[in-house]
């Protein structure tokens, strides 16, 4: 995800609502529809999220500073054991970034070709495409998900979607934002942990897991984990030390933020009017809050003109970018619509139900000027 969404900072005290509410909603009485927003709402809140978690951040980042060991050290093997529990699988394998993710694990599995889906972002296609695969791209249907996906399909898990239809066998996921999903037996998931993810570092970090011991082994070796030259094909990248210790801090609290994330998902989904309403459903995961309506870019400018910061994940489809994979003959209405509809709204935890209660009713007065 891309820099920029942190937003205006609201005191951890004034916000604690969904986070602490045990996911029980409490349906505030609804405000007048010209009533403004009376603080400014940030489409994501890191500060919030850390200020609980500071005294043991600060502490875990001491004790990496005073062993003197920044890379390759135990901080990461054991948060490379924790990330692989806590995902249900065998093996974890850390690197430097999400996109770093899916070029080792590209690399590893020896992919020659791989279909994307029109509407990601374009780190997905760039870290395929480092590790030499052919990349074609598929339009997506209502859903914004790969119409028809194909034996070679690379899901990505907009927004911490569950993955949809024919899309649950395949073996290579982009799962970005989709912390908290648990990887079939078979998959190889690619993971960020970007600062604004559900899990987030510091930084850029980022991991692959899989059941394959023999894979696990190898992409170690593409990362750079013991500087012997391969074939030419090694990268190296690393999680250092700072981020891991950090990471095993944030992941003890990472079942309660998703629970948070679903509760607040939970929320629009009943106070949305009909004209937008959210695209994920019972069981996604929240990474991001994404609505659709045919007027994206006058309701964004009416959330943004009362205090009410949005983004759009994504604007512009795969094929309309000046890139190797770009297939400018061919046409994609799907992706070209859900990119100009799609809008996402606030959406982290420590985001109080007021808060929540304050973006619909902004987007109900939208609504009802229409």
């Known amino acids: ?22 996911g029980r909603q409490r349906h505030s009485r609804p405000r007048h ?5 009376t603080r400014p709402i940030p489409l994501n809140d890191v500060a919030r999220l850390h200020a609980p978690l500071m005294p043991a951040m600060r502490q875990a980042m001491e004790r990496v500073l005073a062993s003197g060991w920044f890379l390759r050290g ?3 093997a054991r ?12 093996h974890c394998v850390s690197c430097a970034s999400g996109t770093d993710a899916l070029t080792i694990a590209a690399a590893a599995l020896g992919l020659k070709r791989a279909t994307l889906q029109d509407n990601t972002l374009p780190l997905t296609a760039i870290g395929l495409h480092r590790a030499g695969v ?9 859903d914004g998900r790969m119409a028809a996906p194909h034996a070679d399909a690379v899901p990505v898990l907009l927004y911490g979607r569950q993955p949809g239809d024919g899309e649950a066998g395949c073996r290579l996921f982009d799962a970005a934002h989709a912390h908290g999903w648990q ?5 190889v998931a690619c993971w960020s942990f970007y600062p604004t993810k559900t899990l987030g570092a510091l930084g850029d970090a980022g991991a692959i897991t899989t059941n394959d011991e023999g894979l696990a082994q190898l992409m170690r070796d593409l990362a750079g984990r013991d500087d012997v030259l391969r074939d030419g094909r090694q990268l190296t990248s690393r999680m250092d030390e700072l981020q891991a210790a950090v990471l095993r801090v944030k992941l003890a609290s990472l079942p309660r933020w998703l629970a948070a994330r679903q509760a607040i998902g939970a ?3 009943a106070q949305l009017p009909p004209e937008v309403q959210p695209v994920s459903g019972p069981g996604d995961l929240q990474h991001l809050a994404v609505v659709r309506t045919p007027r994206r870019d006058a309701l964004a400018a009416f959330l943004r003109a009362r205090g009410i910061e949005t983004k759009v994940h994504f604007p512009q489809p795969l094929h309309r970018l000046a890139a190797p994979w770009a297939a400018h003959a061919e046409a994609f209405p799907g992706a070209d619509g859900w990119c100009a509809t799609v809008l996402s709204l606030p959406c982290f935890p420590g985001l109080g139900e007021d808060e929540v209660s304050a973006v619909t009713d902004a987007v109900r007065a939208f609504a009802a000027e229409a």
Do not use: H
């Open 33 to 37: 529809r010209d009533q403004a927003v």
């Open 183 to 187: 990887p079939g037996p078979e998959a």
């Open 79 to 90: 948060f490379e054991a924790e990330w692989a529990a806590f995902c249900g699988q065998a």
């Open 267 to 269: 929320q629009y989904a």
């Open 74 to 76: 135990q901080e990461t």
């Open 134 to 142: 052919a990349l074609a791209l598929a339009d997506v249907g209502p």
């Open 1 to 22: 995800m891309a820099g920029g969404e942190r937003g205006a900072v609201v005191p951890v005290a004034a916000a604690e609502g969904l986070a602490g509410a045990g």
